[in-house]
């Protein structure tokens, strides 16, 4: 014995429950999980970590390069509500919101073709789970 289980058959997945794993958790990926693509869900968790984090810190250098201070001089933690404050900040953070409600709407385009997906290959796999057993004959 090698140690290798068998593959467990995929079970079919609730369109309904996705969505709402989409809808309340989706900033943690949990729809894509609950799908079985894992690997899909980390890298929408770390899209949605970078690209506001890039965007932010590439938005200050660039400003800062062209000579627009989002605060009068050196920046300091106390600066941080002034920046907040400031228009070219409200614009970076909107843009950056838009950004991401459309990662989220193409996500939920996608959850739907996925939960689809998901439900044909596990009908595929029962189908071919039943052809592969043996009839049973009742013992007595």
Known sequence: MTGETAPRPRKRKSLFVAFLLWFFLGIVAAHKIY?????????????YFFIPLGAAAAAIIVLHAFGVRLVAGPLRPEDLQALARSRPFALLAALVTAVLTVIWIWDFRVLVRQVREHNEAAAREERAGKREEPPRVPAG
Do not use: C, N, Q, T
């Open 35 to 47: 799908l079985g693509r894992g690997r899909e869900g980390v890298k929408l968790l770390l899209a």
